[in-house]
């Protein structure tokens, strides 16, 4: 599959793609609208980012206790769920009157069920596309979040203006429902891709077993601290340049969108397993010149060019899917994304501390000079062996994720 014609005429892509895509524009609004909504009622910076961005953090927990429904509940059902939740999750904090507390604890509560979002979405992606389409389908879906984080963020500017915080909390409330409504009558019903019931003890059974293959493990090492570094970099774009941090900001989304596009549909797929290192020494290297501190246009350049290389995580998912056998992969994937959202805070408060006591363009370079240093001691590890996807392993792979034998599709 190489074409977006064939990908958006594949059966169920259309509304997987909008159901995802009015999500993304429905939590970006909402976001912005609460934070506004916090900040005037207490004033505190920390309130409002936390307000915004807090769900992430809630997210990551969920992730590590809840994954297994990713793979054991029915997709639609869960994907329907999960927005009709988030929905009047927003609803409930346009309340009038309703306590700070109260607020946080429905954002910690969404976060806990939007943890299973990922998983589910990029399993179902995978059931929905053939083999071959897994890497052209998730480029589409990473510019759609690019764009519709874009939108979202106009849309609820235009509300607050015209509405206010709760009147556009209630809006993106609307959108949810709207996702739900996708979902459900556009979605085909699926059985779940695994037997059993979900659960704490089964999710972290699951989660050791994917962490105890080799392979996967050093799979998700390169997803995971490569990316999350050069994130730390990204952070530090306000402290580098106050004045033009949103410039930076938005040609850094418009590399990672070309890099996307490019893998996505140009790139033959004999060739990516050969591009997955000097991508991830790409997302790195740039960011060594951000040192020197030079002006505006070069440094545009650099996070640009840079930002190109995050289209390595495409690359790493599609050998995850490989490495997995499908009754796990939406725990797999899971998993994966729950990763890079930790490494990602991480990086940005160790790159917080370094330019604390440097400078941000020291921070930067240190940060990339990591990055470096982990890709290319993974690279030896994450060169395909002649055995991969050999019946036998794939087999012994099942065995070891699932413990038995796999449900049939």
Same mark, same amino acid.
């Given at each position: 599959m190489r074409t977006y014609r064939e990908l958006f005429g594949t059966p169920e892509f259309t509304p997987f793609f909008l159901t995802a895509s009015t999500q993304v524009a429905a939590s970006t609004a909402s976001g912005l609208a609460l934070g506004t909504l916090v900040y005037a009622a207490t004033g505190s910076p920390l309130l409002s980012a936390l307000s915004m961005f807090g769900a992430s953090l809630a997210q990551v927990a969920g992730a590590a $206790?809840?994954?297994?429904?990713?793979?054991?509940?029915?997709? +639609?059902?869960?994907?329907? @769920?999960?927005?009709?939740?988030?929905?009047?999750?927003?609803?409930?904090?346009?309340?009038?009157?309703?306590?700070?507390?109260?607020?946080?604890?429905?954002?910690?509560?969404?976060? %806990?069920?939007?943890?299973?979002?990922?998983?589910?979405?990029?399993?179902?992606? *995978?059931?929905?596309?053939?083999?071959?389409?897994?890497? #052209?389908?998730?480029? =589409?879906?990473? %510019?759609?979040?690019?764009? %519709?984080q874009i939108c979202g963020f106009a849309l609820g500017g235009v509300l607050l203006t015209v509405l206010s915080p709760r009147g556009t909390l209630v809006a993106a409330a609307g959108l949810y429902l709207v996702a739900a409504c996708l979902a459900r009558f556009g979605l085909s019903g699926r059985p779940a891709r695994a037997a059993g019931r979900p659960s704490v003890a089964e999710t972290l059974r699951a989660n050791g077993r994917l962490w105890s293959s080799p392979p996967r493990r050093h799979?998700?090492?390169? %997803?995971?601290?490569?990316?999350?570094?050069?994130?730390?970099?990204?952070?530090?774009?306000?402290?580098? *340049?106050?004045?033009?941090?949103?410039?930076?900001?938005?040609?850094?989304?418009? @590399? &990672?969108?070309?890099?996307?596009?490019?893998? @996505?549909? #140009?790139?033959?797929? +004999?060739? +990516?397993?050969?591009?997955?290192?000097?991508? +991830?020494?790409?997302?790195?290297?740039?960011?060594?010149?951000?040192? #020197?501190?030079?002006? #505006?246009?070069?440094?545009?350049? $650099?996070?640009t060019l840079a930002s190109v290389g995050y289209s390595a995580s495409l690359l790493l998912q599609?050998?995850? =899917?490989?490495?997995?056998?499908?009754?796990?992969?939406?725990?797999?994937?899971?998993?994966?994304?729950?990763? =890079?959202?930790?490494?990602?805070?991480?990086?940005?408060?160790?790159?917080?501390?370094?330019?604390?006591?440097?400078?941000?363009?020291?921070? &930067?370079?240190? &940060?990339?000079?990591?990055? =470096?240093?982990?890709?290319? $001691?993974l690279a030896p590890r994450l060169r395909h062996s002649p055995e991969e996807g050999a019946p036998g392993a794939v087999a012994a792979e099942r065995r070891n994720v699932q413990g038995g034998s796999p449900r049939p599709r």
């Open positions: $206790v809840l994954l297994s429904a990713a793979d054991r509940l029915p997709p +639609r059902l869960a994907l329907t @769920g999960i927005a009709l939740v988030s929905g009047l999750g927003t609803a409930a904090q346009a309340l009038p009157g309703l306590p700070l507390w109260a607020i946080f604890v429905i954002l910690l509560a969404l976060g %806990m069920v939007g943890s299973l979002g990922g998983g589910v979405r990029l399993g179902l992606l *995978d059931e929905i596309l053939p083999e071959n389409g897994y890497v #052209l389908g998730r480029s =589409v879906l990473n %510019m759609s979040t690019g764009a %519709m799979v998700y090492l390169a %997803m995971w601290v490569p990316n999350g570094l050069i994130v730390g970099c990204e952070s530090l774009f306000v402290a580098y *340049d106050p004045r033009h941090a949103g410039l930076l900001f938005a040609f850094a989304a418009f @590399g &990672m969108l070309v890099g996307d596009a490019a893998i @996505g549909r #140009l790139v033959p797929h +004999r060739w +990516r397993g050969r591009l997955g290192a000097p991508l +991830r020494l790409l997302l790195a290297v740039p960011y060594l010149v951000l040192v #020197l501190e030079p002006g #505006l246009p070069v440094a545009l350049a $650099v996070v599609e050998r995850l =899917v490989a490495l997995t056998p499908a009754q796990a992969r939406g725990q797999a994937l899971g998993l994966g994304s729950s990763g =890079v959202l930790t490494l990602q805070g991480v990086s940005a408060a160790l790159a917080g501390a370094v330019a604390q006591y440097t400078s941000a363009g020291t921070a &930067m370079a240190v &940060m990339a000079t990591a990055s =470096v240093a982990v890709t290319l $001691v």
